[in-house]
């Protein structure tokens, strides 16, 4: 009988592992002035669509990477976000070309965000993330270029 138990906490145990590890959303690490920022990607035309919405928070030094294909000027907009959040925009290369803090949207109302800048990335974290950890326009981020395979 021992054995059965035994067999029946195993499985049930894994398939509880299973089903935490399916839901952790992974993540990828860039650095800044030395600074680690734990991102989401957003690398599918849906995900960079989806971004932040609907969100209620970000853990503390987590964020959300776009990766693009190209470098051009890039808007975003700030849409069911519940929480002010902080963007910065990097070129190919790395470098932060343009930075902005993003307040939350009144009901029905979409507050456009524009670099234009060329932009391949746009960085997105908890409000005054970047400023608090000194981050300017110039600045280069440990991480980028990111390169994406099958986009």
């Known amino acids: 009988m021992k054995p059965f138990y035994f067999l029946i906490v195993s499985l049930i145990s894994i398939s509880v592992l299973i089903i ?8 990828y690490p860039i650095n ?29 030094n987590h964020g959300m ?29 790395g470098k932060v070309v343009f930075m902005e803090e993003m307040r939350v949207n009144k009901p029905k109302e979409d507050i456009h965000y524009r670099c ?8 997105e974290a908890n409000k005054k993330w970047f400023s608090n950890n000194n981050v300017k326009v110039g600045d280069y981020i440990k991480g ?4 994406v395979k099958n986009q």
């Open 65 to 93: 990477l776009f990766v693009y294909k190209d470098s051009q000027p890039r808007t975003f907009i700030m849409q069911d976000c519940k929480f002010p959040i902080a963007i910065i925009f990097c070129d190919s290369a």
């Open 32 to 60: 800044a002035n030395g600074h680690t920022l734990y991102c989401e990607l957003a690398i599918t035309d849906t995900q960079r669509a989806t971004g932040l919405k609907h969100r209620k928070s970000l853990y503390q």
């Open 20 to 27: 935490f590890l399916n839901n952790q959303i992974s993540t």
């Open 144 to 147: 980028l270029p990111f390169k």
């Open 116 to 123: 234009k800048k060329n932009a391949m990335y746009a960085i």
